[in-house]
């Protein structure tokens, strides 16, 4: 039985990894503040990431799984607590590639500073290159938008909520905007993969091979809660964070080097199929924005 230690392991993709690892015959650990329901079949290290002190030491690891990490400090802190190990998985993001470099954006490109996304992509940055001069041999995989079971995020949650109560969607312009996805089930098949077969690459780009215009994922979203949409196009010049739930950014990630280890994805309808059957159970567990009231009294 291999032992892998996730961090994190109460929300989102660290709760359904820990959730698809503890299913497979894993022996899993996970460091959290045990502040959230913990998943079942999995070992509690309780503390906060920054504050390991001896909590690690005297357990070997076959696979470390850092989804949590959002900073320098955060790589360190765990690097520093750990014992032993084999293998270090590391989820950076997209944000690392400026929005100026050529698109699609390939790992081989030159990473920087963001400006959509500020200091997050730069501390992830950061992040990566404190783990690569500490554990040359770790995996850096850089996704763009996950989805999925468990998510928290209020992004197809607040779709799904536009179609059950049969509301009209407002849509930026004319909902031609591009956006690329991936499923929390596919990162998780990609990392056994890589646990597997070790390949030589140590940076991988993921994602869905194609991306997909907002207009067609609103109506996926609909479609996965029976519904179709009645679109109203808003004017550009108004800001659609105040309405809509992604930035007005568009870019694409070159997936190939995924493709060649792993070559399906989850189709995006069945996953936000998936992911709106759980969703009804489960509306209970997310922060809402105020995207209603904002349309509601401004649009």
């Not at 290159?129 to 554990?135: D, G, H, P, R, T």
């Not at 109506?219 to 004017?235: D, T």
């Not at 309808?269 to 209603?292: H, P, T």
Request: charge should be neutral; glycine fraction near 6%; aromatic fraction near 16%.
């Amino acid at each position: 039985m291999q032992k892998i230690l996730i961090t994190g392991g109460t929300t989102f993709v660290s709760k359904f990894t820990s959730q698809y690892f503890a299913d497979r015959d894993y022996d899993v650990y996970v460091i959290n503040r045990n502040n959230r329901e913990q998943n079942k079949h999995v070992n509690l290290i309780n503390c906060d990431r920054l504050k390991l002190g001896n909590k690690l030491k005297g357990i070997h690891f076959d696979a470390v799984l850092d989804i949590t990490a959002y900073t320098r400090d955060h790589v360190k802190s765990l690097i520093d607590a750990l014992d032993s190990f084999k293998d270090y998985i590391f989820i950076s993001s997209s944000a690392v590639y400026p929005e100026t470099n050529p698109q699609p954006f390939t790992e081989e490109q030159k990473c920087g500073k963001n400006s959509v996304w500020g200091d997050y992509g730069l501390n992830k940055l950061a992040a990566e290159e404190y783990l690569f001069k500490n554990v040359p041999n770790a995996y850096i995989l850089r996704p763009p938008y996950f989805y999925g079971l468990y998510e928290n995020l209020y992004r197809e949650l607040f779709v799904f909520d536009c179609a059950i109560k049969n509301r009209k969607f407002y849509i930026p312009g004319n909902g031609d905007m591009k956006l690329q996805f991936f499923n929390v089930k596919d990162l998780c098949r990609f990392i056994e993969i890589l646990l597997e077969k070790h390949p030589e690459n140590k940076i991988f780009n993921l994602g869905n091979q194609k991306a997909v215009t907002i207009r067609d994922w609103v109506k996926l979203c609909y479609g996965a809660a029976g519904k179709k949409p009645e679109f109203v196009n808003v004017n550009e010049e108004i800001n659609q964070r105040n309405y809509f739930c992604f930035y007005n950014y568009e870019y694409v990630l070159d997936v190939t080097k995924q493709y060649e280890l792993m070559s399906d994805t989850v189709p995006l309808d069945k996953g936000l199929a998936e992911e709106f059957e759980w969703y009804k159970n489960n509306q209970g567990s997310v922060s809402r924005k105020n995207y209603f009231e904002y349309i509601d009294t401004q649009l």
